[in-house]
Nanobody, 120 residues
Framework: QVQLVESGGGLVQPGGSLRLSCAASGTIFSINRMAWYRQAPGKQRELVAGITSGGSTNYADSVKGRFTISRDNAKSTVYLQMNSLKAEDTAVYYC??????????????WGQGTQVTVSP
């Protein structure tokens, strides 16, 4: 079965950087849109960044100019480079991907999440 696994989270000081990775595994036929979401305590889940199979990207206003989403189709992996991190970026970050598994209909898959904490 298809799985998504995030990695790269951790503790970083304000102004620091982290790079998150999300690797998809399983009998994948194709992956269309991939995205990163986050959820902070007491807040709703929000879209951070998305990227289509063709490389088109979109970002939340709060992260524009600081975060960059990219993907490596050969590795079925999506990345989120996070620079100039702020305390308000603290959240659990989740990877999402729209995937067509071999023999199954297309659907969205989610990773387990990785914690990002920005603190002095």
């Amino acid at each position: 079965q298809v799985q998504l696994v995030e990695s790269g989270g951790g503790l970083v000081q304000p102004g620091g950087s982290l790079r998150l990775s999300c690797a998809a595994s399983g009998t994948i036929f194709s992956i269309n849109r991939m995205a990163w979401y986050r959820q902070a305590p007491g807040k709703q889940r929000e879209l951070v960044a998305g990227i289509t199979s063709g490389g088109s990207t979109n970002y939340a206003d709060s992260v524009k100019g600081r975060f960059t989403i990219s993907r490596d189709n050969a590795k079925s992996t999506v990345y989120l480079q996070m620079n100039s991190l702020k305390a308000e970026d603290t959240a659990v970050y989740y990877c999402s991907a729209n995937i067509s598994p071999r023999g199954y209909s297309r659907r969205d898959y989610w990773g387990q999440g990785t914690q990002v904490t920005v603190s002095p």
